[in-house]
C-alpha cells in the first residue's frame, strides 16, 4: 500500500512583530520529514513544546507551513488555493485532547455528529440525521442518548462524540492530538479498542500524537520522536521501543511508568 | 502503633438542586501509619477529590458530610472548631491539588504566596519568613529558587508551578500531604521529576502522603500501600505490590489490565484490543442496593444485587469487599 | 513603555478622528448660525454678509478645518458665534464644572458599589444577594431622564434641594466656606441622579466579579493552607477581582459623563451639557467641536488611566504573556 501522507523538510516559523522594537521570529518546526502508510499508524511522541501540535495543524491544513511540502493521497497540498483546499479538508480531520472544550457543550449528540455535515451540504435534513445515528453507534453511544446535550456526557463519551463527528465526513486520515491524555486509564483503554476496530473497520490512517509512550507502543505500527521542533528518531515501533538511537527516545522511554516498576531511580542530568 | 490517620466510615453526599441526592463517598474506612505513602486509585466518579477535599472539610457547599470520623493527631477533624481547623490546614495537612497553573493567585509574586503559609502558622518576623521562603525553595528548585521566588504563576511552566505547591505544602512542616492528581497535565520526564521529589521529601521529613491518581502505574515504586476506590467505596487495599501484581477484586484486576503493557512485551502486544471494563462509571444518584461495582463485572454472581459486600481479609494486610472471596 | 505609547498613539488618533467627524457633521448640516441671523429684520444684510466673510463661512471645509486645527495647536478653539467671545475659556468654565459633577458621582458610586457588590457576593444566592439583585434590576428599568424629573419634581416639591443652577442668588457675597456648601448643596440632586443611574450597573458587575473569584480554585487552595477568611477576602479575593473592576472603571467614567449631558440640561447644572446643547441649536459650529472634544478627552483620559491602573495590578500585562 502506498503512502498516504508524505511530509518533506516541513517548516514552520512564527514572527510577532511589534510597533517599536525588533521583531522577533520562532521556530515551531525545523525540516520535518517522515511518512505514513495507508491504513496503518504513526505515533508522534514528544515532550510539551517539540512542536507536535503545530505538525498537527499544518498537516490538516489549519496553518499553512512557510517552507516544505505536505503530499497527501499524491497531491501536494501545500501550494492549493482556498477552494482546492475546501475539497481536501474532509480527508484529513482532527480529534483533540479536551472533549470538553473541542465540543459545544450546549448542543445535542446528534447535532455535534451532524455539524459537519451541515457544512457539506450535501445531504438533506433526513439523510443527516440517520448518517449521524449511524455514526453514533458505530463509536458506541446508544441511540437513546442522542438528544442528550454534550456537557451531560462522561469525559470517555465525549471524546467517543469528537471521533463520531470526525468520522462524519468520511476521512481518509485522522489525527488524534494527545485525543486519550486527558481521559481515566480504563477510559483510554476503551476509547483504544474503539480507534483500533474503526481502523480495520473503515481502514483508517492514525497520526497518533502523545507524550505517552506505553500507549503508543501498544497502538503504533512506526513511532517518530520530536524534540524542540525537529524530529529526531523514527522507525518501526518494535526498533525504537527496544533499541531507540537517540538519547530523547531513551529519556521519555524510561519516564514512562511501568505497573511493574521499582523505585525509580534518580534521573542523570 | 497508633495511626497518624484514621478514616472512620466516612459518608458524604452531593445535594442537586432540585434535592436529589449523590454519595459520593459511601462509607470509607482507613488508617495511615507515619512516613506511610498511601495511594487511592480512583477513576473519575469513584469520590477521590471528594475524600481529598473532605479530610480538611474544604467541600462545596452543597456537599454534605452525613456521617464518619476524621481521626487525626488525636481529635476528630470533622466535630473541630473552625478555629482548629485553620491551625490543621497547611501546617499539620497540607492539599495539592489539580492543575497546579489554578492553583496559584494570578496576580501574586511566588514568594509572597509561599510567605503567605508560613505567616498564617508562625509568628516569625518578615525577615525571618522571606528567609525561609527561599529555603523552602530551594528545596525544591535545587538551582533558580531566587528567579522564581520574583516570578508569577503565568511565567513558570506547569512543572515548575507544581513544584511551588508543594514548597507550600511542606512549608510549615507538616506530618501529611495529600496530593490529587499531582502529576496529571504534566509531560512524562517532568512527572517522573515531580515522584521523585516527593519519595525524597518522605525521607526527609518522614512525611505521610496519600497520593491520589487514577493511573496505578504511577504508584509502582512509589506508594506502600494502595486503595482502590470504586463509586465512593474502598473495594479493595493492600500492600503496593499485591494490589498491583495480584489484584483480588474484578475492578481493580480490569484496571490493571488498562494499562497498556506495550513497553513490557512489545511484539505480542502490539495493537491488540485491550482487555476492557465493559459499560460506564454508575450515575451515583441512581444506585442499587447491591455491589456497585455489578453491573459491570465478570465474576458477578446472584447475591451481587442483593447486598454490598462486606470487608474480607485475603491476608494480613491485604483486604477486599467481594462476594468472591467471603461473606 | 511600549504599551503606553501605544495607548497615547491610539488616544491621539482617535481624538483627530473624532475631532474630523464633528467638523463634518456641523459644517454638513443643513443651515449656519448666520440663516438665522438673516431671518432678523433688525440685522442688516450687508451685515451678515460681512459676518460671514470674517468668520470665513463660506470657505470649503477643508480649509476651515486646517485653520482651526492651526489654531489648536496655538491653544486656541475657534470663536463663537453665540457668544461672541473665544471658545476656549467657555469651555473650560464649563468643563471644570462638569468634571466637578462626574468626578463627585464617580467616587460616591464606587464607595457605595464594592462594599454592595461583596457583600452581594459573600452572601450569593442568600437574601441579601436577592434583595440587592432585586433593587438593582427595579433601579436599571428606570430610564436617566425619568430619574432626573422625578428628582426635580421631589425638590419641588419638598423644597429640600435646588432646582436647578450651581449657585444661589447673591452667591459673589458669601465667604469661601458657604460659597463652598453652598456649591455642594446645589450638586446634591444632579449627583444623586447620577449615582442612582450608575450604581446598578456597577453593584452587578462587582459581584460578578467577586463571586467569580470567590468560586475559583486558587482559593479553596489559599484556604486549604489555612490562611484566615480576612485575608483571603480582602488579600486573595479582592486582588483577583480588582482586574475587571478596574477596566470597568475606565468606561465608568465614560458613561458617567455621557449621563450627566442629560442631567445637567435638566437640573441647569452649567456644565458642557447645555452649553453643547445649546451650540448645535444655534449652530454655533466651533463650540460644539470644543464641547465634543473635551468630552471625548474626558473620556479617553478615563480610559487611559484604567490602562494605566491595569498595568499596575496585573502582572500578567506587565510582564507580556504573549511573548510566552
Redesign the interface.
Known sequence: MGRLLIVEKLGKRYE?T????AE?EVTALHDVTFSIGQGS?LALVG??GSGKSTLAFCIACLERPTSGRIIFNGKDITTLDEKELREVYPEIQLVFQDPARSLNPRFSAIEIVGEPLVVQGRLDKLERESRARALLAQVGLPQAKALQKAEEF????RQRLAIARALALEPKLLILDEALSAL???????I??LL??LQGLLGLTYLFIT???????????EIAVMEQGKLVELGA??KV??APDQEVTR??????????????A??AV | MTPLLHIQDLRVAYISRDGKKSPALAGVDFELGPGEILGVLG???SGKSTLAMALLRLLPGNAEIEKGAVLFEGQDLLRAEPRVLEDVRGARIALIFQEPSLALHPTMRIAEQVSDVLAAHESASRAARGQKTLELLAEVFPTDAARIADSYPHQLS?GQQQRVLIAQAIACGPALIVADEPTASL???T???I??LF?TLRGKFNLSMILIT?????L???ADRVLVLYAGKVVEIGPTEQV??FPHHPYTR???????????D??K?????????PG??PNLAELGSGCRFESRCVDRMDQCTQREPAVVAVSARHAVSCFKYGE | M?YF??RLMQAAFLLVGVSILTFLFSALAPGNYFDDMRLNPQISPETVAALRVQYQIDRPLTVRYGRWLNALLHGEMGFSFAYNSPVAPLLWVRARNTLLLTLTATLIAWSLALPLGIWSAETRGRLPDRALAGMTAALLVIPDLVLAIGLLILAVRSGWFPTGGMNSVGFESLSQVRKFRDVAWHMELPVLALVLSALPILVRHVRAAVAEVLDAPFLRAATSHGIPQRILLYKYALRAAAIPLISLFGFSVGALLSGSLLVEVVMSWPGLGPLLLEAILARDLYVVIGGVLCSTIFLVAGNFLADVLMYWADPRIRTGV??N
Open positions: 510577532c511589534r510597533v517599536f522594537g522577533k499508524t515532550e510539551s462522561s469525559g470517555g463519551q481515566d486509564c480504563s477510559v483510554q483503554a476503551q483504544a479498542n483500533m476496530d507524550h505517552d509512550f506505553a500507549m503508543a507502543g501498544h497502538l503504533a505500527d515501533a518494535d521501543l527496544g529519556r521519555l522511554i524510561a519516564a514512562t511508568p511501568r505497573l511493574t516498576a521499582e523505585a525509580p534518580p534521573r | 477513576e473519575s466518579g506547569g509531560d512524562p520526564t512527572q517522573q521529576d515522584l521523585l519519595r487514577h493511573n496505578p502505574a504511577l509502582a515504586g512509589l498491583l501484581k480490569a484496571l490493571m489490565q488498562s494499562v497498556p503493557a506495550g513497553l513490557a512489545p511484539a502486544n502490539r495493537k491488540s484490543r485491550m482487555p476492557v471494563i460506564e462509571a | 511600549r505609547l501605544r504573549a511573548a
